[in-house]
């Protein structure tokens, strides 16, 4: 079963979002009133971390667990897409309090009213691709 | 051991895991960002008939997916046999700040003005979780990541695309908070 381990990481990413109360609406509305450093300091320590690794792996040519390269694909150049699509996206982050990961991850947690916020991103997802092709990118 | 992972862990603990997470796929030959699963769903359910944003090889992406069955159940394993007693520790400036839009303080995870069965079967919170959802779905995909892609993953690689977004997303973020929200309760 050579999915087991994407379930096996998952299942940790479900456990430390949780732990972490960054699932919480009520963290996620301190962030954004900058009212504690909890979420500043999970994001931080992840990027600072992230930034070393992934310097490490381009410095020693590291390979994955099948012994090819790990390659990092560029982000496409642009600022109109980045900007609007992100702030439409943190409208809704602060809205419901949780951005994709979590969305999913409280449902484990029995809140079922997130399943009405997944059937929005669902149809948000959709309508995009829809749309894509008369939207500044 | 047991009383201690029942503990909420601090922010350092939940921040290096969500490294190690990144660089475990990266071993993996994959790449860290949870919305890319909303777009291989849409797929899976036949959206490339009709978009062909959506007209791609979904089953390629089929470890995203367990990824995110094992995310829903690290979240059941945590409510289950890891939670602790008590309510989010949120700071009591913002405490302060929701009491004035009516949400009470903590009493577990979420407030339940908006999370409860109540609040989802009135009109409002219906319309709320819908809203903020789509909100997600659209902005994520616009956006080419979200906060795995962008913030983890897009930073951890120094691309500039990525701090744009990130820019983006505290814009919104900070609106819905400040403006928005007020207006909403």
New interface residues.
Partial sequence: MK?I?????????????????????????????F?????Y???????????I??AL?KKFN?R???G?P?V????????P?????????????????????P????????????L???????????????I?DR?PH | MLEILKQPWPWYTSGAVIAFIMVLLLFFGKSFGFSSNLRVICAACGAGKTAKFFDFDWRSQTWNLLFLVGAVAGGYISAEFLAGEEAVQISQATVNDLAQLGISAPDGLQPEEIFSLEALFSLKGFLLLLIGGFLIGFGSRYAGGCTSGHAISGLSNLQLPSLIAVVGFFIGGLLMTHLLLPLIF
Wanted: charged share 10%; net charge positive.
């Fill in positions: 999915g381990k994407f379930i096996l990481a998952g299942i940790l990413f479900g456990i430390v979002m949780s732990k972490s109360e960054a699932i919480s609406w009520f963290r996620i509305q301190e962030m954004f009133r009212q504690a450093f909890h979420m300091g999970i994001i931080g320590t992840a990027v600072v971390l992230g930034v690794a992934v792996i590291l994955d667990y099948q090819n790990i990092f694909q560029p982000k496409e150049k642009s600022v897409r980045y900007l609007i699509g992100g702030t439409i996206f943190g409208l809704g982050w602060a809205l419901t309090g949780a951005c994709p990961g969305l999913f991850v409280n449902l484990g947690h029995a809140y079922w009213a997130f009405v916020a997944v059937g929005g991103a669902i149809a948000g997802t959709y309508f995009y691709g829809l894509k939207l």
